[in-house]
């Protein structure tokens, strides 16, 4: 079983700061990409920011310059540094990732989530 764990949501006013922050854990054999995506109330999911092993970030262009993600490999965590919030940034988080884990002598691959963490921008 494979968890991810999020947390760093919470409430800030507009040009304030946040940073969250995802774990996995469980029977992991690898992780191919991690990532932030959000949904408004209202709203369909969207990608925020995704970081694939081997390769640069990519960003919503809403989130361009404002948020940074950065990944570290060996904790199997993800993180999503956001800047200059505001209002419209307002929603909840989730993380996802990509995990291979092993069963008997074969790798599966599926796509995991968090349960959500909320975001809310004052202005």
């Known amino acids: 079983q494979v968890q991810l764990v999020e947390s760093g949501g919470g409430l800030v006013q507009a040009g304030g700061s946040l940073r969250l922050s995802c774990a996995a854990s469980?029977?992991?054999?690898?992780?191919?990409?991690m990532g932030w995506y959000r949904q408004a109330p209202g709203k369909q999911r969207e990608l925020v920011a995704v970081i694939t092993r081997g390769r640069s970030p990519t960003y919503a262009d809403s989130v361009k310059g404002r948020f940074t993600i950065s990944r570290d490999n060996a904790k199997n965590t993800v993180d999503l540094q956001m800047s200059s919030l505001k209002p419209e940034d307002t929603a909840v988080y989730y993380c996802n990732a990509d995990i291979s884990y092993r069963q008997g002598d074969q790798l599966h691959a599926l796509d995991y989530w968090g349960q959500g963490t909320q975001v809310t921008v004052s202005s």
């Open positions: 469980g029977s992991i054999f690898s992780i191919n990409s």
